[in-house]
């Protein structure tokens, strides 16, 4: 006879789930028990927020459906960052979490507090599973993680359903596909005649793998392509009709507004704009906007002429049209150079340098992470990817201490690329025990620290707003940032130049451990940069 912790871990087994990440408490003994007997392998972590990253970046390398494991009260407060970085950033993440019996909960207090009540603003469904339904609970848990938009769905787990034993069948998972729009002749008609249509794609996209397809109807359809910045790589950036991502850079949105102000019809593939800038609120001015998203847009971020609701790849193919001669005056061509030439940089030491030095050095199928600050704002302009989930980031929450662990996940996914993650010192500060993780499942991510003593974003905004400089530059000594990744067990080493910063990346890529490299690049270093 099984367990109620046994059928959980042959649901997720089913679901594609290979890994659970997280931190044991005495609560989830019984459930971790019954995830290693379905085959998932538990992956301890120094902090539940990390361990929901891993399982993020896991996910976008293989396509397992993410676990986290937490146990009561602390550790589900623990991860509520990373419960809701999913739900913006659309990952099907399944959030176990043990807690006591209800007749316990009654007379015993101590760390018990409602988890569901904490967790139901951000995630698409929470479960307390009940001993005879196991099954069912699972089965409608996953479903509804990954329906629709992805996202993270909360199970709560009494010890006694989880030890419990249990004669419960499985229950097979109820998914729907989405199919054709209705109403695609209207949005052929207009396409056929637009003289200046521009694409624009999301993460939705991602979520669907529709690049190859999005990639194929613009090159027929002489269609310039703009991504959200988790879209990157959904259209090889090689590409002349590929204008790379978007969504936080006022330098980008100077060029590509004015594009698609002269635009006549703007396509949305799959576009979330829960990624962009509040520049963005119905930014198409009179271009008509036809929208092909998979679920309803509710967001009121922009309104479209013409809603499409459905799958993308198949609706494109059924877009196909005799494409007239388009976009004349080569304005596409010209912002994608002007575009370059913005980032290009100043040609001495700084971010620009890093950036530039590391896409040269590292091979192009470098899976790279970013962790939220001015980094990623620049290195998300610069750097090409010739795919997509090639840049992981945290870009609809936009949270803090997300690089490091992502970075950790792709490599268990991936292990044979290369996988480098960009980290402010801050950020790296916040979620330095990830490196320990690093160290103690042998995993060669190359982790570049931008050194600047500062929260730079942060400085920059309060600086704009004529402020005093007030909580945003550190002082002291600041952290050795190269002493603390050898004494957390890995490689680590300083640089202030770009030959320095290629020497040691190189030679990152041979190594069988993690490289931290910590590039100083001074306080400032990011005005004007984007």
């Known amino acids: 006879m099984t367990t109620g912790s046994d059928i959980i871990g042959e649901a997720l087994a089913a679901a594609g789930a290979t890994h659970a990440f997280g931190i044991p408490g005495g609560e989830v003994l019984g459930l971790m028990q019954g995830l290693d007997t379905a085959g998932l392998q538990f992956v301890l972590v120094k902090h539940e927020n990390g361990g929901g990253f891993m399982a993020e970046g896991l996910w976008h390398m293989t396509g397992a459906l993410p676990v986290l494991v937490a146990t009561l009260g602390p550790g589900v407060a623990n991860a509520v960052n990373v419960v809701a970085n999913a739900m913006q950033d659309r990952v099907p993440l399944i959030f176990l979490t043990g807690c006591v019996d209800a007749a316990e909960a009654e007379t015993y207090t101590h760390q018990i507090f409602d988890h569901q009540a904490l967790l139901r603003p951000v995630v698409k469904g ?10 069912a609970g699972m089965a409608k848990a996953i479903a509804l993680a990954v329906s629709g938009q992805p996202g993270p769905v909360h199970v709560d787990v009494p010890i006694g359903v989880a030890e419990g034993r249990s004669r419960e069948a499985p229950v097979g998972l109820s998914l729907a596909t989405p199919g054709l729009p209705a109403n695609i002749t209207g949005a052929l008609a207009v396409l056929a005649e637009a003289k200046r249509p521009l694409a624009i794609a999301g993460v939705d996209a991602v979520n669907e793998g529709a690049g190859p397809a999005i990639t194929a109807f613009c090159r027929a359809h002489g269609m310039p ?14 590409e002349l009709l590929c204008l790379g991502g978007a969504g936080l850079s006022p330098k980008a949105d100077s060029i590509l507004m004015p594009l698609m102000a002269e635009a006549d019809v703007i396509l949305l593939l799959g576009y979330d704009p829960i990624e962009m800038r509040a520049g963005w609120r119905n930014p198409f001015g009179a271009a008509k906007v036809i929208e092909l998203a998979p679920t309803r847009r509710d967001h009121g971020m922009h309104s479209a002429k013409i809603t499409l609701t459905g799958a993308i790849a198949p609706t494109l193919s059924e877009l196909s049209h005799e494409a007239p001669a388009r976009w004349p005056d080569h304005q596409p061509q010209t912002a994608r150079a002007a575009l370059k030439a913005a980032f290009s940089g100043p040609g001495t030491w700084g971010p620009h340098e890093v950036f530039a030095t590391l896409r040269a050095v590292m091979p192009p199928e470098t899976v790279i992470t970013a962790d939220s600050g001015a980094h990623r704002i620049l290195v998300s302009q610069m750097w090409d990817c010739p795919g997509p989930r090639l840049m992981l980031q945290s870009s609809g929450l936009c949270t803090m201490a997300c690089a490091v662990p992502l970075a950790a996940g792709a490599k268990i ?3 044979d690329v290369p996988v480098m993650a960009f980290v402010g010192d801050a950020g790296l500060e916040m979620g330095a025990g990830e490196l320990a993780t690093l160290a103690a499942r042998n995993l060669p991510v190359v982790i570049c620290v931008l050194v600047d003593h500062s929260l730079s974003l942060i400085e920059m905004k309060q600086r704009s707003g004529q402020r005093p400089n007030l909580g945003v530059d550190f002082t002291g000594a600041g952290t050795d940032f190269a002493a603390l990744a050898r004494a957390f067990g890995g490689h680590g080493v300083d640089v202030d130049s770009g030959a320095s910063l290629a020497a040691e990346a190189r030679a990152a890529l041979s190594r069988d451990s993690f490289t931290l490299i910590a590039a100083h690049i001074g306080r400032r270093s990011y005005d004007g940069a984007f």
Request: proline residues 7%; hydrophobic residues 35%.
């Open 413 to 415: 996914g991936r292990p």
């Open 126 to 135: 929470s479960f307390r599973l009940a001993q005879g339904a196991v099954a």
């Open 225 to 238: 392509l703009i991504t959200t910045y988790k879209g990157k790589g959904l259209m090889p950036e090689s």
